[in-house]
């Protein structure tokens, strides 16, 4: 079956250090790869996505994620975190069909 | 530029009473449409999509109903609203690219509340 799992459903980190927000995935052919972020009461925006070629994708706002094939992850991360990055992050696969799959998201909180 | 629009942001509704959710495109040709739910501490749940005029799959049976009358408007509905209808709704297009990959745009979100 094709799925998306986010283990962190909810993660706080303080402002100025590192990131990562883990991806992992089942899918039965090649994936398509996707990054997404929420704020409140708003869509989703397109941070980053992964199709083919180079494994380390670099996406808006100073996000990069890494695909690895044989872990079946993508995760995201960022060097240094704003207080702005607070927001819910989606991971997605798709492939060659009309559908994206999402995961359920992390909440991500931006310490001072 | 492409642009998408949903409305209303904001809907409160009791229960049995219909609904209708409207979701615009402009600026592009034959999208493919969506439409997501999102219930609270949840993820994205897809609903209906819609590759063109009058074709819809339902991905998930329910109490919700979507149509497509123009190519670039999508429409979701129900005649008698649930308690469980509640949520964030989604609207999205896309247009297939060369990859052969669909990227979702996203509207801003209908928030409907079932009392």
């Known amino acids: 079956a094709q799925s998306v799992t986010q283990p962190d459903i909810h993660i706080t980190v303080s402002e100025g250090a590192s990131l990562e927000l883990r991806c992992n995935y089942s899918y039965g052919a090649t994936p398509y790869l996707f990054w997404y972020v929420q704020s409140p009461g708003q869509g989703l925006q397109l941070l980053l996505k992964?199709?083919?070629?180079?494994?380390l994708v670099q996406g808006i706002k100073g996000f990069e994620a890494e695909f690895k094939r044989s872990q079946s992850s993508f995760n995201l991360r960022k060097p240094s975190v704003h207080w702005s990055d607070a927001a819910e992050y989606f991971c997605?696969?798709?492939?060659?069909?009309?559908?994206?799959?999402f995961g359920t998201g992390t909440l991500l909180a931006v310490q001072p | 530029s492409q642009t998408i629009h949903q409305w209303p942001a904001t809907l409160v509704q009791p229960v049995g009473s219909p609904l209708s959710l409207e979701c615009t495109v402009e600026g592009t040709s034959n999208p493919n449409l969506y439409w997501y739910r999102q219930a609270a501490g949840r993820g994205l749940q897809l609903l209906f999509y819609s590759v063109g005029i009058g074709q819809i799959s339902s991905e998930v049976p329910q109490n919700l109903s979507a149509s497509r009358p123009q190519d670039r408007q999508f429409i979701l509905s129900s005649k008698k609203l649930l308690l469980s209808d509640s949520g964030f709704y989604l609207c999205?297009?896309?247009?297939?690219?060369?990859?052969?990959?669909?990227?979702?745009?996203f509207g801003a979100g209908s928030r409907l509340t079932v009392l």
């Open positions: 992964y199709f083919s070629g180079d494994t």
């Open positions: 997605a696969v798709g492939g060659a069909t009309n559908k994206l799959i």
């Open positions: 999205a297009w896309s247009v297939l690219g060369a990859s052969g990959a669909n990227v979702l745009t």
